[in-house]
């Protein structure tokens, strides 16, 4: 199983990126809960946000609300994370993962490799 993050890069503040998850492991995104997540330098790793596959509810992260929307395209097989209003503490590692279980009992258990956002003051 293999999930594939992409459209990270450096922005400066203010700015916006959209990540985009998806797999060339023949599985369809829809079928699990899908969350995003990110590790800056010398910090652990933290949940973005996530999206259930029941009915597509989705949860942020205090930090983010307002500013971060992910959603998916199920004929695309694809996930996404907009990212508006970014800010200097957003740089990290971002990586997606799927869920066999909806929140608040997922099991992160794939993951992609992750993409680096970085945001200039």
């Known amino acids: 199983v293999q999930l594939v993050e992409s459209g990270g890069g450096l922005v400066q503040a203010g700015g916006s990126l959209r990540l985009s998850c998806t797999t060339a492991?023949?599985?369809?995104?829809?079928?699990?809960?899908m969350g995003w997540f990110r590790q800056a330098p010398g910090k652990e790793r933290e949940g973005v946000s996530c999206?259930?596959?029941?009915?597509?509810?989705?949860y942020y992260t205090d930090s983010v609300k307002g500013r971060f929307s992910i959603s998916r395209d199920n004929a695309k097989n694809t996930v996404y994370l907009q990212m508006n209003s970014l800010k200097p503490e957003d740089t990290a590692v971002y990586y997606c993962?799927?869920?066999?279980?909806?929140?608040?009992?997922?099991?992160?258990?794939?993951w992609g490799q992750g993409t680096q956002v970085t945001v200039s003051s």
């Open positions: 999206i259930t596959s029941k009915d597509g509810s989705t």
């Open positions: 993962a799927r869920s066999d279980i909806d929140p608040p009992l997922a099991e992160w258990d794939f």
């Open positions: 492991s023949g599985f369809s995104l829809e079928d699990y809960a």
